[in-house]
């Protein structure tokens, strides 16, 4: 069936540092991949998306392209700032049918801590 | 344009005890899901309803749990009776079904932590 792996966490950085969560994942036939973000309290949001091979997702200076050769979606931040300090998600859906997409298969989730 | 509303925040029960949560999806979206997030795992979808139909209840334990959505909009989660692995957030979410762009986009309530002692 269809999975999403994500690197082992949490990750702990300073202020400005560069970023990279990995992501992996297995799937038949040609799904939709995201990027979601959970703070302290709050329910998950969406950070972005990515519905096609070579599509580059971008939001809030976060970046993640679907690379269908790796099968990857690496989550990455040029420099990160104490208010990005969260749980990310990396997640897949596929269309199964009629009008409604599929259910959204999660990562583990990786937890970011990012210090002044 | 007003969010996902999920009530409650946190709810603490004994074992073998019932409950049961209420979702209210964003205004329009006809596809509803609920999500079990265990502490360090990414969300489980449990149920997923078009409409007032159900699409996939796969993973939903049966003998435990039930999902119900009147009219096609609000929906309750009932566990009964709750069990210590229970014990999780219960994520509600919906999406649109109109759009290419829109609909695989699934929008997320805060969730309602419960603690099964």
Redesign the interface.
Same mark, same amino acid.
């Given at each position: 069936g269809n999975s999403?792996t994500q690197m082992e966490g949490p990750v702990t950085l300073s202020e400005e540092a560069f970023l990279t969560i990995n992501c992996t994942y297995t799937a038949t036939g040609y799904p939709?991949l995201f990027w979601?973000v959970q703070y302290p309290?709050?329910?998950? !949001?969406?950070l972005l998306?990515a519905?096609k091979a070579d599509d580059k997702g971008s939001n809030k200076g976060f970046e993640a392209t679907y690379r269908k050769e790796t099968t990857s979606f690496h989550l990455e931040k040029g420099s990160v700032q104490v208010s990005d300090s969260a749980v990310y998600?990396c997640?897949l859906?596929w269309?199964?049918g009629?009008?409604?997409?599929?259910?959204?298969t999660?990562? !583990?989730?990786t937890i970011l801590t990012v210090h002044p | 344009e007003a969010g996902v509303a999920q009530s409650p925040r946190y709810k603490i029960i004994e074992k073998r005890q019932s409950v049961a949560f209420w979702c209210n999806p964003i205004s329009g979206h006809a596809t509803l899901y609920w999500y079990q997030q265990i502490l360090g795992q990414g969300p489980k979808l449990l149920i997923q309803f078009q409409n007032n139909g159900v699409v996939d209840d796969s993973q939903l334990p049966k003998d435990r749990f039930s999902a119900e959505r009147l009219k096609g909009v609000d929906s309750t989660l009932k566990i009964q009776p709750a069990k210590l692995e229970d014990s999780a957030v219960y994520l509600c979410a919906s999406s649109s079904i109109r759009g290419l762009a829109a609909k695989n986009i699934q929008y997320f309530g805060a969730g309602t932590r419960l603690s099964v002692l």
């Open positions: 999403v939709s979601y309290g709050e329910g998950l !949001q969406l998306k519905t998600f997640a859906t269309d199964a009629g009008t409604s997409y599929g259910k959204l999660f990562g !583990q989730g | -």
